[in-house]
Structure formats: structure tokens, C-alpha cells
């Protein structure tokens, strides 16, 4: 197929999508539904299939600079993957890109876009595929796994393709300029204006969201022209992999060298993921992890753009509310989601020490406490339900602070294990609440289902604790409970100053650490969790510049 | 007048200029030509007089932090400006500004753009009185301070708004999300966007082209909301003091702090660059000047974005012509105007060693050297027309320069001085070209009227140097002659793969050292020449991040 059709084929979707993210109304173009009705009858048992396919085995892809193999990754649900993936030899993998990467900085913006879209497509039919990988990688139950590693990650991929291209285009390719000159003849030039990438972008995954934090960077450097090394963590591998050979595939088919997208596989004992950061070669990285790794890439690799998500911990703040139900209900799910492992999960919780008041009146601190305690101890008291919405841990050292922070004398609601059926040794623990006791023993990020209930003076103190955390130890979420409209307002504005998203009173189908592509933007780049935003203008325009050529005619 | 009423004012000068940066056809928002049809009768008479009354007086600036005066100003037209700014305490500065800068974050982008748009259109007004300024301070020659000093930077400060403009209007104020839930009621959610600015944005001025090279970075980042401190360079302090009053006054009339725009003059002596931007207030850094002070700006100014626009070595590269004499005329003009102190002024030209072919038959190398020296010794041959494209050297060490490598054996046209009537003291220089002998000799940039004829083994060697000299020594301008178009294209995807933009067989009124606002990029942001261009949404898009609220409706 010829790469202007794979654009005109997909041209409707980009539109649809530049359209919604200039709206912010409601759209999706990956149905989010896990149905056979949308993804075929037989998608579920193949996607099955498919992931039973990889297990124990070496999983090829024929790229350059291959020196052995590598993996070790454990599903968080009790087996090994045992499989093996290409290792590479850093340094000659770049070399090879670069040597190689010019005919797709020279393919024209709708070819590449074309491409892009093309591979998301492909992604998209391979959902329950992903969703499988992803859930025996990063522990995320079957659903979410489904839907955040596949639609709504290729949500995110769609959306960078749709910022980059709007702003590639934004400079047409030929312009005609004519300068009066009085009653001489005009001056007439004929302009080019061509996108040229920077170079290799580096994506360095995660292994709680393999999928859904590498989309962005990965598309965003691929549709702007660069050539793709993608890094996964050595505990989330297959998802990425899957993906690069998708990529691969459809840049073959359309006549490009596939080494313009390459795995570069590692492990925890010979990671790869500095000397990949420093090439000179390398003028992108987007990475998501921890805030150690993340601020280094930041002061050395300083040939690179860097785009990070690191660390952050997230607030709420309970002030009064109209609905005590309906928010501990909200509270409890979001706390449980997904064990607290993602980067939007609320870890501190404020109530002030003089309690708050509801419909039904006045409730204590202790009463509040106990009652998001009972909340969280109840939705999760069926095993079955539980590990739905749980699922299982996805690191050792989760698994260990729960237990550390469990032996305490501040426990509100303490961990259990949850056993799932057909999977005996999964790491599956209920979320552990804490009272904090100071301000030290809240305020660095307790990654996983740990949060603190924590007694300030008033909302107003509240609003000043958060306002700190968030300037000194970021945050990607924020949300507030209150019947006051001035208090609301009073947080939106500490909000504004301090640059961090805020969520007013979910009590229903929210939640404040979900966000939908399209119209909700992933963190801001303006506190200390994150340098960028998922997906702006100004997570793309830099990935590329215009040269220019201009001649008389 | 209501901050909505002044939006309403310029709005289609700004829907003008955002057609025209799409398009890149040629407009322009400010007059070039010096008429008194346009600026007024008197208006040369008063900007004479207006620049006149500023001098051997305090220039007084109603604004926080001031400690005494400073200023130092000397016209290379020679005479002392004995004008004293308002010294100011940096720290103290900082912390005053920091303290006042939420009014103008909060204001509406309307509000912002308005105001934007009428300091360009009072600072259009008095482009005489900036003419005289930026003359008397870099000693561009009359004509050019008006056109590159007035309606030239002002263009390229609506560009800046422009950019910013469209980029924050991207996102609406106001979202309906409403998300179906099968059959049960939607989700609806109504979520609020803002636009909220970095912080302090610190503008550090160059000595040659104080307003042009400022004004992009000062308007992008003061439409988007963040308060600007200008630091002029102790050279030329006049024009950006000027322009900081308008903004100052506009500000006020409007309601807002003027500190939202403030001017930090300073010495040699007593330089406050450092210390400005390596406050934690300032979140932005736009730089013109040095490689030095800019790759200092860049390695420690970390908690700052920085756009730099440091030296490079731009090339010519001469293949071959079917138009030799307006070749040589158009080079000619390039190497006199301004004496060859612009960032895009060619300092090396590569011939082939073997000479080249033009409609006249072939040249020797020696030829076409000396035809040049001739056209630029011909051009300058008058000394009233040479002083009006010349101007005066603008600082000691360029005078120095030229003394210095006019010493060699290699000078194939000397640089002589040019006096002018009424200006003694004028510190006027014809160029001076020289023959290379080997590539350390015209390596490293050499500013101001210094240039070298290259002898290369043929075109193909010409292509590689160059293309090695912008990768290594950075370059905003490259142009070519040559009459094959296969010459022509190879030119052009190495002026790609390496990121310069490129002018073909300039043999008219358009130089190669001259870009059009709104249609040409000044710089591409992707050799080590400069970060940035001029201007583009890179240049604009992460000078604000948006925050959003959320909340069921």
C-alpha cells in the first residue's frame, strides 16, 4: 500500500482526533470495551493464544547489533515468561540506526503520519494480546490491563501523532513571497520549508504502564521523523516488544528500513538504558521512573531533549462535602485501583483535626478516617472482586515497604493478602492506611497501596501543606472535597500557582487518578513530578526544526 | 481603555500576522520605509529631538529595588550618550517582582495580547526616536537602525505573539466532557483549562541588536504571562530602557503592576547577568551573544529554559553562475552592511581551487577573489555612501580584530577607514577579506567585517567542510551559487541532514544576511549556533503550562 493511502485511510481518524483535542469534549478512537462485538469473536481466546505463544521461548526480531539474549521477567501473578529477547550491544545499535535513519527524516509528513496512525491501528487489533502482556508484566487485573495498556495507551500515541502533525503542518512545504518595491518589479522568492528530526529518540519504559507511558514519546518521536530506540524496563519487556514489531512490520511494508524502530532489551544486572542516555547520537529521551534516574538523565544527558516523568505524591483534601457516601466510595476505588501503583494514585489524604461537615451532619476526624478505612476494607472483602480491581504487586520492594510500613502503631487499616484462583503465588495485598504522625513520615513518595490519613489544623492549613508538598515533591494529581464554592476556588488558585491538576468532588464514575486522552492533559511540567505534559504542543515541537531554502523565480 | 477593547483594537493586525506566519507570504505589520507619510511629518525632527533630550541625564525608571545609577554608553559615531540608569539589587529585584506577578499570571490571554499588542504598536509610533537610539548605541547606519532597530524587531516581536497566541488559544477556557455509559446516565463533567506562566522571564540583551534580538523572547514570554526582567548589555542600554517605559506604561494605564516589566542595566564592571539568572524565580532565559556566556547560561541556569543565540561561522559556497557580475554585487553589499556584525553575515566563502564557470566563461580562483574585492571595494568607494551601508564598528575588539588580521600576508582586500561628516569620531571600517591559508584560520568566528575566500579541491570538498563547519562551529546563515541543479539539491539535503537554511543564487535585492518576518526563521534551533529560532511554536510552547479543574456538572 502506498504511504499516502495508509494516511487518506486514516485521515478521519486524525481529523476526529485534532478535533477532540482542540474541543476537550468526550471521544475515543480505540473502543475501551473488551468486547467480542468490537474486537472479534475469537479476539480474547487468540489474544490468549498469542501471549502463551511467547512464553519460553526466544522472541526474535531481526534487528542489527545483537550480541545473545536477555529477559528475565516474572508475571506478578506467580510464573516466570521465561522468554529472551535480542540483547544488543549499545553503542553498535546506534551507530547502525544512525547510519540508516535518513530516509525516514526525508519521508514526507503524511507518509510518516500515515505510518504512525497504520501502526496504531495494528496495535489496537492486538488488544487483548497487550492486555494480556501487559497484565503479567505489571501485575495490572485482566480489565485494566486491557484497557489503560491498549486503548487508552493508544489513545496517548494518538494524541502525540495529533499535536506533532498539526504543528508540523503549521509551515506549508512551498510558499511564494513577493515584496513590493514600489515602481521596480517585486522581489519574488520561492520558499521550501522542510521538517528535519533531531535525531535517535530514546523511550525508556516503566514497569507499571510499559505500554501507556511509552506511547506518547515513542509516536511523537517516530511521526516527527527520528528514529525510535525503544528501552524497556527488564520487568516489562514483552509489551514493548510486541509493539516495536508491530512498528517494524509496517515500516518493511512500506518500503523503510524497520531498524528506524529497535528494542534494546536489558536487565537490572547490565542495563543499558546510561550509555544509551549519552550517545551523541541520542537528542531525544522520554523516560518515566523514579526521580533518581530521571533528574539524572536531566543533568547528563545533555545532548538530548529530556522529557521525564519521575516521582510525586499526591493529595487530596477532605474539607466538607455533600455526599459522605458517594466519596468514600470514590476514595476506596481509587485508593485500591490497581494496588495505589500508578503515578496518579493520592497518597496523602488531609482531614482536619477538628473533622468535617457532611449532609449528615458533623463527623470527627477518627469517624472520617474510619469510615474511608471501612470503605476500602469493604470493597476489596470479596477475594474475587478484590484482585479485579487489585490486581497483584508489581515489584519486590512494593511488596516489602507494605510489609515495613505495616508493622507500625499508626496502622488505620491494615494489608491482606488475597488469594486468586489458577494463580497461587500472585502478589495480590489490599491497601494499607496509615495515620501520619509527622510531616517527615508523608512526605516522600510510598510507591504502591500505601496512603496516610493526615490531621492538619484546617483546610485552610490543608490547602498550605499541599501547596508545598506539590512546589517540593511534585504531584501529578490533586483533588478536593468540599461544599464551599470559596474553598474550591481557593484551591483551584493554590492549584494555579503551583501547577498541578485538581479534581472537584468525585463522588461517582471519576476518579482523580484517571485521566482521559484527548481532554484531560497527564501531568502539567511545572512541579517536580513531571517536565512535560502528556500530550501538548510543547511535548512535540522541539522534536524536530524547519530548514529552509528560498530562491528567486 | 478596557483591557478587552485594546484586543478588539489590533485583533486584525493579529489575525493578519497569523495568516502570514501560515502562509509565509510577505506582509508586514510596520512600515520599513522611513516616510514621513507614514510616521508624520515631524516625526524624524521629534525622534531626533526625543533621543537628543535623553542625553547626559538620569533616564529615570519609577521601580523597586533601585540602588543608584549606572550607564556608560559611548556612540561609535563618537561621543559619550552620559545617560545613568536606575542601578538596581538583583536579589531584592527578584524578590519584588516574584512578589507582584500574579495579577498579569491571571490576567485573560485577550487581556495579555491586547496589551502586547499596543506596547508593538506605541513602540512602532516612536521608531524614529528608536532609530536614533540603536544608531548612537550600535552604531547600525542610520537607514538600518531605523528597519532593523524599529519596524524589522517589531515584526519579529508580533511574531512571537502570534506563535503564543494560537498556542494557548489551542486549548478552549471551558470543556463539556460527557462520556456515555451504556444505558445508564453519561458521565458529565465540566472542566476549566488555564493557562499559567513559568515565572520570571529574564531577557539579556546583545550590543548590536538590542531590540531585534530581544523583542521575540520578551513578548513570548510577557503574553504568556510571565513578568519580564530585561538586562540590556552595558552597550545598549537606550533602546531596550525605551522600551521597557512603553511597556511600563501601557501596563499601568491598563491597571497592572509596570513591574510586571523592569530593566536591570548594569557595567562591565559590575555585570548582574550571573547572578539574574541563576535566581530560582526565573524560570526563562533568553540570551543573545557570546558561545561562552551562552553555553554558561545553558550548563548552570538549570532550573531555567534557556533559548540561546551564540556565534557561528556562516558560509558561502560559490560552484558556479550564468550571473557573475550580480553575484559579486550581491556579496559585495552582504559583507559591507553593518560592517559585517550580524549573526548572518558569511564569513567564509569557498571556491573551488580550479575556479569555476559563468556566463562569461571560467574564472580563476584569483578571478573571482579578486572580483569581489573589487565590487566590495567599489561599493564602499564613496565615503558618504559607505558610512550609510557600513554604520560604525560597534565595539573595541572588533576594531582590534580588524587591526589585527589586517597585519597578514594574506589580505586580499585591506579594510580601510571611512570618515563621515559630522561624526569624527566615528569608528567606520571597510571590509577586509582574506585568503585562507589553512582551516584553523577561519574556524572560529571572527565578528564584525573580516571575511575569508577558501580554496577548496571542488565543489563536492566545498559541501563537506561546510557541512562539518555547522555541525561543529554552528551557523544561522548558508548560501550557494550555482547554475546545476544538481548542485543545487545536494546543497540543500546537507543543509537538511545538518540543519542550516539555505539561500540559492542570491544575485538581487535579497541578501542572504536578511531574513523576512513571518515568512523566514532567524536560526533553526538545531546547530550550536543557537537552540532556538525566531520564531516558531518551540520557541513559544513551553513558556506557559495549562492546569485544569474538573468537577461533575
Not at 234 to 261: K, W, Y
Not at 347 to 366: A, L, M, R, V, Y
Amino acid at each position: 500500500m502506498s504511504q499516502s493511502s495508509l494516511f487518506e485511510r486514516h485521515k478521519d481518524t486524525l481529523e476526529r482526533a485534532i478535533t477532540a483535542s482542540r474541543t476537550r469534549e468526550y471521544w475515543t478512537a480505540y473502543p475501551e470495551i473488551a468486547s467480542p462485538k468490537i474486537y472479534g469473536e475469537n479476539a480474547s481466546a487468540d489474544g490468549e493464544a498469542a501471549f502463551k505463544s511467547y512464553l519460553n521461548k526466544d522472541f526474535t526480531i531481526d534487528q542489527p547489533a545483537v550480541t545473545g539474549t536477555v529477559g528475565s521477567e516474572r508475571s506478578p501473578y506467580g510464573f516466570d515468561l521465561g522468554i529472551n529477547y535480542p540483547k544488543v550491544d549499545a553503542a553498535a545499535l546506534i551507530s547502525e540506526v544512525e547510519a540508516i535513519r535518513q530516509d525516514w527524516a526525508k519521508a514526507s509528513i503524511e507518509a510518516r503520519t500515515g505510518i504512525c496512525l497504520e501502526i496504531l491501528n495494528r496495535i489496537n487489533k492486538r488488544s487483548f494480546e497487550m492486555a494480556f502482556a501487559v497484565m503479567h508484566t505489571t501485575g495490572q487485573a485482566f480489565m485494566m490491563a486491557f484497557q489503560a495498556g491498549g486503548p487508552h495507551a493508544q489513545d496517548r500515541g494518538l494524541e502525540a501523532v495529533v499535536y506533532a502533525y498539526e504543528d508540523m503542518t503549521r509551515t506549508p512545504a512551498v510558499a511564494r513571497w513577493e515584496k513590493p518595491q514600489g515602481k521596480r518589479d517585486p522581489l519574488v522568492m520561492e520558499k521550501h520549508f522542510t521538517v528535519i528530526p533531531r535525531g535517535i529518540g530514546l523511550v525508556i519504559g516503566c514497569s507499571t504502564f510499559p505500554t501507556w507511558n511509552s506511547y506518547p514519546g515513542l509516536f511523537a518521536s517516530l511521526v516527527t521523523g527520528n528514529a525510535v530506540i525503544v528501552k524497556p524496563h527488564p520487568g516489562g519487556i514483552l509489551p514493548l516488544a510486541i509493539t516495536v514489531e508491530i512498528c517494524r512490520d509496517v515500516l518493511s511494508e512500506e518500503g523503510f528500513n524497520p531498524n528506524i524502530v529497535t528494542l534494546a532489551a536489558d536487565s537490572a544486572e547490565a542495563p543499558l538504558a546510561k550509555e544509551l542516555a549519552l550517545a551523541p547520537e541520542v537528542k531525544l529521551i522520554d523516560f518515566t521512573g523514579s526521580t533518581t534516574f530521571g533528574n539524572w538523565l536531566e543533568d547528563n544527558a545533555r545532548q538530548a531533549l529530556v522529557y521525564t516523568e519521575k516521582a510525586g505524591v499526591n493529595c487530596v483534601i477532605i474539607d466538607s462535602t455533600d455526599n459522605f457516601r458517594g466519596m468514600i466510595g470514590n476514595l476506596a476505588f481509587t485508593l485500591s485501583l490497581y494496588s495505589g501503583q500508578m503515578c496518579t494514585t493520592p497518597q496523602n489524604i488531609f482531614i482536619p483535626e477538628g473533622g468535617i461537615e457532611t449532609e449528615d451532619g458533623h463527623k470527627s476526624f477518627d469517624e472520617v478516617a474510619a469510615a474511608l478505612a471501612t470503605g476500602v476494607e469493604k470493597l476489596n472483602g470479596d477475594d474475587a472482586r478484590a484482585s479485579a480491581i487489585l490486581g497483584a504487586i508489581q515489584s519486590k520492594a512494593t511488596l516489602e515497604r507494605i510489609g515495613e510500613y505495616g508493622k507500625g502503631d499508626n496502622v488505620i487499616l491494615p494489608s491482606r493478602s488475597v488469594p486468586m484462583d489458577g494463580f497461587d503465588g500472585a502478589t495480590i495485598q489490599t491497601p494499607l492506611i496509615l495515620k501520619a504522625t509527622d510531616e517527615s513520615s508523608y512526605t516522600a513518595e510510598l510507591f504502591g497501596p500505601i496512603s496516610f490519613v493526615v490531621p492538619s489544623k484546617d483546610t485552610a492549613d490543608s490547602l498550605k501543606i499541599v501547596e508545598n508538598s506539590v512546589k517540593n515533591h511534585g504531584a501529578i494529581s490533586f483533588g478536593i472535597y468540599s461544599a464551599s464554592d470559596e474553598v474550591l476556588d481557593a484551591a483551584e488558585d493554590m492549584a494555579c500557582r503551583v501547577g498541578v491538576a485538581i479534581s472537584f468532588n468525585l463522588t461517582g464514575g471519576v476518579y482523580v487518578n484517571q485521566t482521559a486522552a484527548f481532554s484531560d492533559f497527564h501531568a502539567t511540567g511545572c512541579n517536580p513530578a513531571a517536565n512535560a505534559a502528556l500530550s501538548d504542543t510543547a511535548y512535540v515541537s522541539n522534536r524536530y526544526r524547519v530548514v529552509q531554502s528560498r530562491k528567486h523565480i
